[in-house]
């Protein structure tokens, strides 16, 4: 541990910032739900590289700007994808340094789940350590209702968390979870009033600053141990298989079909 905490990077659409030992990493792009478009996918490359190695903070804050924690994919910038397959090979790279990242990353990492987490976003939340989201927020990985395979983690985590069973349920439907069933069902750990998330955050990281740091960390990379093995055995499977749904008629008719809100006509090519 330093006395000089390395500068904190100046990112687009992620805010930085220190309370202490804390680090707080905030998906700032409120206008659009904290969508993630390209400039987000990679400033979250950034962000989770630096706490990482930040030797200013022993424990993360993952949080959201605004009414959601993120709605996953920015349509828009799916789109752009659908049509231009070859721009989504460099997403595949950054989305496989994500999620390694994050799961390297030793210090507790607690999720504030402010609103949604829907895609994505929901796979960020998962990867986090401890979450606690708030009274009608919900969350679910709907890759599937676009046409797509849930390549970018979720095929990962949400079965260590909730188990086989119901992670296939939640994955091949694309079904999205209320906070309070989520909590119910251990995808989450708490679900409050949105009028003591901060209080509930704020206490819970406190308790982890009090503790003994060498020990905390060494605990969470024993149990990160299975999580990598399974992240590593599964993540290059799983965006190759995604990076072959993205070139397909069905991911364009999700696509359409959300833009149009309508019920999608899925033909199975």
């Known amino acids: 541990m330093t006395d000089t905490a390395p500068a904190l990077p100046q990112l687009a659409m992620i805010e930085m910032a220190r309370e202490g030992r804390l680090l707080r990493i905030t998906l700032n792009r409120p206008?659009?739900?904290?969508?993630?478009?390209?400039?987000?996918?990679?400033?979250?490359?950034?962000?989770?590289?630096?706490?990482?190695?930040?030797?200013?903070?022993?424990?993360?804050?993952?949080?959201?700007?605004?009414?959601a924690f993120s709605a996953g994919g920015d349509l828009d910038h799916i789109e752009n994808n659908a049509r231009n397959p070859h721009l989504f090979d460099h997403e595949t790279r950054v989305a496989k340094r994500i999620v390694s990242t994050l799961l390297d990353i030793d210090k507790p990492v607690v999720c504030r789940m402010n609103g949604h987490a829907v895609g994505l976003g929901a796979t960020l939340a998962l990867l986090c350590d401890v979450i606690f989201a708030a009274e009608g927020a919900k969350i679910g990985d709907p890759h599937v209702g676009l046409g797509l395979v849930a390549g970018d983690g979720g095929a990962v985590i949400w079965a260590q968390r909730i188990g086989l069973t119901r992670a296939k349920e939640y994955l091949l439907t694309g079904d999205l979870l209320t906070a309070g069933k989520a909590a119910e069902i251990g995808l989450i750990n708490h679900c409050v009033p949105a009028d003591e998330l901060d209080a509930r955050v704020d206490a819970f990281c406190a308790k982890l600053l009090a503790g003994a740091t060498v020990a905390i960390r060494a605990t969470k990379i024993l149990t990160n141990l299975e999580l990598k093995r399974l992240a590593t055995?599964?993540?290059?499977?799983?965006?190759?298989?995604?990076?072959?749904?993205?070139?397909?008629?069905?991911?364009?008719?999700?696509?359409?079909?959300?833009?149009?809100?309508?019920?999608?006509?899925?033909?199975?090519?």
């Not at 490359?45 to 903070?57: N, P």
């Not at 055995?233 to 999700?254: K, N, Q, T, W």
């Open 31 to 67: 206008e659009a739900l904290n969508a993630v478009n390209l400039q987000l996918h990679d400033d979250l490359a950034e962000a989770m590289w630096f706490a990482q190695v930040d030797t200013g903070s022993d424990v993360v804050v993952l949080t959201g700007a605004g009414r």
């Open 233 to 269: 055995a599964l993540m290059d499977a799983g965006i190759a298989y995604e990076s072959v749904s993205v070139r397909s008629m069905d991911h364009l008719e999700g696509i359409q079909a959300l833009k149009e809100k309508r019920a999608p006509k899925f033909v199975g090519r």
